[in-house]
T-cell receptor, first 112, second 114 residues
Framework: DSGVTQTPKHLITATGQRVTLRCSPR?????VYWYQQSLDQGLQFLIQ???????AKGNILERFSAQQFPDLHSELNLSSLELGDSALYFC???????????FGNGTRLTVT | DQQVKQNSPSLSVQEGRISILNCDYT??????FLWYKKYPAEGPTFLIS???IKDKNEDGRFTVFLNKSAKHLSLHIVPSQPGDSAVYFC?????????????WGLGTSLAVNP
């Protein structure tokens, strides 16, 4: 158990809809990262937050947004969903920016 | 442009033998490298890391070797066990002040056969 909790585990929704994925980092970890893993793709970095502030952005679409709240949990919002957004979305946390990441078990999003 | 490459999508090894997983990178600014293991339906789990000031790091059955001149690192698992069967990801990062962004390879699926 990595200590990182992601909810929900599975999400099925229709194109054009909006969903919110939730992540609770390990206790004491200030950094939260969001990754997308599509079929046959590696882990694509989306965005990183550190203690409530956006720290780095990767290949995150404009339709996607995220935030980290004062209690350090984070939410990833995906809107105007397309079929191609179907993927596994992982959240990870670390105590510092140069520490190994600890991953949650992911949210599997299926867009139909 | 894949800055971190794991050229073998899969590897099959007999139990008790050595597993060698390879990773190549192109960015000479990378100075920190990690290996993660991923089982189905779970998130990746940190395995071992190495800083560019070293050429070897060992943790039990797992050893990572770094060859900076060749921009190559490898993960050795000795002896391999069936429970090691998983997808192994190599990741690399460069120091960017207060920020480090990990660049990931596509993974190598290891099967250890009893």
């Amino acid at each position: 158990d990595s200590g990182v909790t992601q909810t929900p585990k599975h999400l099925i929704t229709a194109t054009g809809q909006r969903v919110t994925l939730r992540c609770s980092p390990r206790s004491g970890d200030l950094s939260v990262y969001w990754y997308q893993q599509s079929l046959d793709q590696g882990l694509q970095f989306l965005i990183q937050y550190y203690n409530g502030e956006e720290r780095a952005k990767g290949n995150i679409l404009e339709r996607f947004s995220a935030q980290q709240f004062p209690d350090l949990h984070s939410e990833l919002n995906l809107s105007s969903l397309e079929l191609g957004d179907s993927a596994l979305y992982f959240c990870a946390s670390s105590v510092a920016v140069d520490s190994p990441l600890h991953f949650g078990n992911g949210t599997r999003l299926t867009v139909t | 442009d894949q800055q971190v490459k794991q050229n073998s999508p899969s590897l099959s090894v007999q139990e008790g033998r050595i597993s060698i997983l390879n990773c190549d990178y192109t960015n000479s600014m990378f100075d920190y490298f990690l290996w993660y293991k991923k089982y189905p339906a779970e998130g990746p789990t940190f395995l071992i890391s190495i800083s560019s000031i070293k050429d070897k790091n060992e943790d039990g059955r797992f050893t990572v070797f770094l060859n900076k001149s060749a921009k190559h690192l490898s993960l050795h698992i000795v002896p391999s066990q069936p429970g090691d069967s998983a997808v192994y990801f190599c990741a690399a990062s460069a120091d960017a002040g207060n920020n480090r962004k990990l660049i990931w390879g596509l993974g190598t699926s290891l099967a250890v056969n009893p």
